[in-house]
Nanobody, 129 residues
């Protein structure tokens, strides 16, 4: 069974940094995407970054480019989201999710929640002013 487990969230002052990991297990396919999403109170879930397993290619939401970095550690079977220069508007529950490219979409890498089939439980990131 595919499982994803996020951790590493917390309360940080604006300008600080967090690096939550997403631990992966039960993956049998070689080609998949891992996306990071966030959902703030009263807001829809939005994609912030994704990475493709077979080549390490990445994409980012425009508003987080230069501050967020997604990476994968194949030895530890973990995907990380390094978040720098945190802003209050980054406050949200952050989720990682797996896309096995079985649904219609714009391409292999995407930031569309409906294309991701397996989800973690989320980790809270709170940024104070």
């Amino acid at each position: 069974e595919v499982q994803l487990v996020e951790s590493g969230g917390g309360l940080v002052q604006a300008g600080g940094a967090l690096g939550p990991p997403c631990a992966l297990s039960g993956f049998t396919r070689e080609d998949y995407g891992i996306g990071w999403f966030r959902q703030a109170p009263g807001k829809e879930r939005e994609g912030v970054s994704s990475i493709r397993s077979i080549d390490g290619s990445t994409m980012y939401k425009n508003s987080v480019k230069g501050r967020f970095t997604i990476s994968i550690d194949t030895i530890k079977n973990t995907v990380y989201l390094q978040i720098n220069d945190l802003k209050p508007e980054d406050t949200a529950v952050y989720y990682c999710a797996a896309d096995f490219f079985r649904l219609c979409g714009l391409g292999y890498l995407n930031l569309h929640p409906h294309e991701y089939e397996s989800w973690g439980q989320g980790t809270q990131v709170t940024v104070s002013s």
